[in-house]
């Protein structure tokens, strides 16, 4: 195309967009192709999925194909209509934005796995169940699934939050008083490495009961971590600091909480992430192990009954409770810690 052509399309547009302004017309497909493009495309891809599953024939009988392509259609109109409306929506147009590639890559991926499964049957049952045998399991097995997760958080709560008070705790006084580190620190350097796993035997044969002994080894995995970074922090603060707070009339109270313990927070939540982690790992191990309640036994019962498709339920219910744990910490650090927001992400 010429300069002459290529200038005379862009003054066409101009004036087409003003145009609608003044009538008070909005434009129907207001969206560009790099903002509005791949919303497009993922709409699309979604109603490929939808239609995939409602009318290409299923080889077994799989009792939610029809609400697995009716919830496909949904999110397809959804994503065209945000598209289509653009930045009128405000945030949820950006939102869509950031998640289109995500969305469609998603659409894609349920498609194939659609098409391996419960169509051309690729992969081995019941390894590989199709994407409605989840559906299935939301559905049916819900009550169990409910009850297990319950369990998990009650488990899961109650040790991190004692191992995260006593790592605290342990943390600021060993980086405060040296006395206290001349006797702590050489315990922990002997408990502290070794996974907090070695100690199921002496833990399930010492506590009362298995939930407090898995108590024990949640807090166990939450402590070290919590502990180490917390020293960290306080041994790592400025003199300085307890200078001018001294020259302030400050006392040593006030220097613990006004001062070390604020410039060492930074420290004790990337303790409390690693600690996050760490806890989620050893409460699927206890549950597995000694708990008769929980996402881990609830895995350890779908394995031993070849119900792979309670297992990938399970699965993703743990990926989504520990990822939004992960996200409440952070967001309560970019709260606390306004100075460094947006230093660590998630």
């Known amino acids: 195309m010429s300069t002459y052509s290529a200038s005379k399309a862009v ?42 599953c409602l009318w290409w024939p299923d080889i077994g009988d799989w ?12 999110l397809s109109g959804a994503i065209f209509v945000i598209t289509l409306a653009g930045s009128r929506l405000g945030r949820f147009d950006a939102g869509l934005q950031r998640r289109a ?45 409910l009850d297990s997760i319950f369990a998990s958080v009650k488990l899961q709560l109650g040790g991190y939050a ?37 100690w199921l ?13 898995s108590t024990f080894l949640i ?30 009339g400050a006392k040593p109270s006030f220097l613990v909480l006004k001062v070390a313990i604020p410039a060492a927070l930074p420290h004790v939540f990337v303790g409390l992430f690693m600690g996050l982690g760490s806890s ?10 000694g708990v008769k309640a929980g996402l881990g036994w609830y895995l350890q ?5 070849a119900a792979y498709a309670n297992m990938y339920a399970a699965l993703i219910v743990m990926s989504l409770l520990c990822s939004g744990a992960i996200t409440l910490l952070f967001r309560a650090r970019d709260h606390l810690l306004v100075w460094q927001k947006g230093v660590v992400k998630w």
Not at 63 to 74: D, M, P, Y
Not at 220 to 236: D, E, K, Q, Y
Request: glycine share 8%; no cysteine.
């Open 11 to 52: 003054a066409i547009a101009q004036s087409a967009e003003e145009g609608a302004a003044l009538s008070g017309r909005p434009l129907l497909l207001s969206v560009s192709f790099p903002s509005g493009g791949i919303g497009v495309f993922a709409s699309l891809a979604w109603v490929g999925f939808g239609v995939a």
């Open 162 to 198: 004692i191992g995260a008070a006593v790592g605290f705790l342990t943390g600021v006084s060993i980086g405060w008083s040296r006395g206290v580190g001349y006797w702590v620190h050489p315990v922990l350097r002997f408990i502290g490495p070794l996974p907090a796993t070695a």
């Open 219 to 248: 807090a166990l995995a939450t402590g070290f971590p919590v502990t180490v970074l917390t020293w960290s922090g306080v041994a790592s603060v400025s003199n300085a600091y307890y200078d001018v707070a001294r020259t302030l």
């Open 201 to 213: 035997p002496i833990a399930f044969f010492t506590f009362p009961s298995s939930w407090s002994a």
């Open 101 to 145: 590639p995500w969305l469609l890559a998603l659409a894609l991926f349920l498609t194939l796995w659609e098409v391996a499964t419960a169509k051309l049957a690729w992969l081995p049952l019941p390894f590989f169940p199709p994407p409605q045998s989840i559906i299935e399991v939301y559905t049916d097995d819900l009550p169990k699934l």
């Open 63 to 74: 009792s939610r194909t029809r609400e697995l392509a009716v919830a496909a259609f949904v």
């Open 301 to 305: 019962w779908a394995q031993g009954w």
């Open 280 to 289: 989620f790992a050893m409460l699927v191990v206890a549950e597995m192990i």
